[in-house]
Structures are given as C-alpha cells and as structure tokens.
C-alpha cells in the first residue's frame, strides 16, 4: 500500500491530480486508513490506464464510465474494448494527420534549404510535383496527400 504521496512520487503526477482523480470515482476500490487514501497495486495499474485514456484523449467522463465498466465484470467486456477500439481508431487518424504534417514540416525544410543554396526557387519549382529527389518526393506525396507517383492538380509548393 502505497500513500497518496508515495504515488505522486512515483508517477509524476501531482498530488492534487490524484485526489480530483479519486473525487471523480476513478478508483472505485480504494482503501482508507483513518481517512487517508491507500493505493495499492490495484489503483496503480488504474492510474496507468487512466492516463493512456487521458494521453489518448478520452474525456475524464468516459474515463470515469470505463473504470465504471471495469467494476460491473465480464458482462461489460464488449463496451469496453468497443470504447478502447474507438479511442485507437482516433488515435491513428491523429498519428495519421501528424506523419502528414510532419512530412510537410520536414520537406519544407528541404524546400528552403534548397532555395538558399540557390539564391532562388526557380530549380525546385521546376522539379514539382513529381520529379524531386526520392527520398523528397516520399515527403512531399505523404504531405500532400498524394499516391506516390500520381501528379496533383494545381500544386502549388511556396
């Protein structure tokens, strides 16, 4: 058994954010020696499933239904892995939209560096969309949208 402030060594999280995290019904079986919380293996674990829900960004309502779920058995299995795919569904759509975005940030940095060493952007125009260097035009399909190979209608790269 662990106190509240043992925990909040632990893990990093502030001791405030654990008591809002009790007060909120996230630890349904927590245990009180003379009105102090005692976290055992238990909470810990659930701590660390709230805060990949959290990280994920689930709302702390849906967290609160989930460790819900969690105390109701076997019976509540089925909603929550569906709650737990849906949260995966929408955290690859945003590693999706990042590996997207990061792509743009990392070609324009290409895109810039190119157009100094050339006093000019004329040469890496004259390249777009398609005819760029191949570990560019990886960068440059993946930001736009592309499939690599296919040529995109009004491409415009400044």
Request: hydrophobic fraction near 35%.
């Amino acid at each position: 058994m662990y106190t509240i402030g043992q925990v909040s060594e632990r893990t990093g999280l502030p001791i405030s954010t654990l008591r809002y995290y009790d007060k909120e019904g996230l630890f349904p079986h927590m245990e009180r020696v003379s009105g102090a919380r005692r976290f055992s293996e238990r909470e810990l674990e659930a701590l660390r499933v709230i805060e990949c829900l959290k990280a994920s960004g689930l709302e702390i309502r849906d967290i609160r239904q989930f460790m819900q779920w969690c105390t109701e058995g076997a019976g509540s299995y089925p909603k929550r892995r569906e709650l737990l795919e849906r949260q995966k569904e929408t955290l690859e759509a945003q590693m999706d939209d990042l590996r997207r975005s990061l792509a743009m940030l990392q070609f324009k940095c290409w895109y810039y560096e190119q157009a100094m060493q050339d006093g000019g952007e004329e040469r890496i125009q004259a390249m777009l969309p398609d005819k760029l260097p191949a570990e560019v035009q990886v960068l440059y399909d993946l930001a736009h949208g592309r499939t690599p190979g296919k040529t995109a209608l009004n491409v415009s790269a400044g």
